[in-house]
Antibody
């Protein structure tokens, strides 16, 4: 069945870096644009970044531009989010997801919790 | 602060129809498609509506979406207890060159 599984979350100090991974299975990963979306505790959804199906185009939210980098390896069916210069306000559950397109194929991971704290 | 504004809450009794609004601008809803998500407590969001008014397979036809100008709406007909959740709209924003989510609406079934 379709699965997106995030990993790499944890507790990190402010100013440090962390890399999240998202492993995909059960669908043609290389055919889809993929997004990172986060949700701070008790807050709403925040879109962070998207990478095109072929990895050539990336877009970022202003809140993470210049600090976070989205990438993918279609040979491994994997998506990544490199997070640098982390701030306490980056504390959230991070989801990888398809969707936000004209196809209606909606796949989400279970989320990875990132806590930025000293 | 989001550029897509939703009412913080909405409610209805079982069987009623509830409508949630999403107010944006020309750079987002006015120019691009709208998506609607349902998020049950402790779970990942689920797509209810894409491309303004289309339902993914498996989504009941009790859920419907519409768009007019710079606003969009999600209607839930025949409200059920399992519809109690948070609902979010989303759209691409040409000025921000990114997607934006709405502020979210908590639906309560009385």
């Amino acid at each position: 069945q379709v699965q997106l599984v995030e990993s790499g979350g944890g507790v990190v100090q402010p100013g440090k870096s962390l890399r999240l991974s998202c492993a995909a299975s059960g669908f043609t990963f290389s055919a889809y644009d993929i997004h990172w979306v986060r949700q701070a505790p008790g807050k709403g959804l925040e879109w962070l970044a998207v990478i095109s199906y072929d990895g050539r185009i990336e877009y970022y939210a202003d809140s993470v531009k210049g600090r976070f980098t989205i990438s993918r390896d279609n040979s491994k069916n994997a998506l990544y989010l490199q997070m640098n210069s982390l701030k306490p306000e980056d504390t959230a559950v991070y989801y990888c997801a398809t969707g936000l397109d004209d196809y209606g194929d909606d796949y989400w991971g279970q989320g990875a919790l990132v806590t930025v704290s000293s | 602060q989001s550029v897509l504004t939703q009412p913080p809450s909405a409610s209805g009794t079982p069987g009623q129809r509830v409508t949630i609004s999403c107010s944006g601008s020309r750079s987002n809803i006015g120019s691009n498609h709208v998506y609607w998500y349902q998020q049950l407590p402790g779970t990942a969001p689920k797509l209810l509506i894409y491309s303004n008014d289309r339902r993914p397979s498996g989504v009941p036809d009790r859920f419907s979406g519409s768009k007019s100008g710079t606003s969009a709406s999600l209607a839930i007909g025949g409200l059920r207890s399992e519809d109690e959740a948070d609902y979010y709209c989303a759209s691409w924003d040409d000025s921000l060159n990114g997607f934006v989510f709405g502020t979210g609406t908590k639906v309560t079934v009385l």
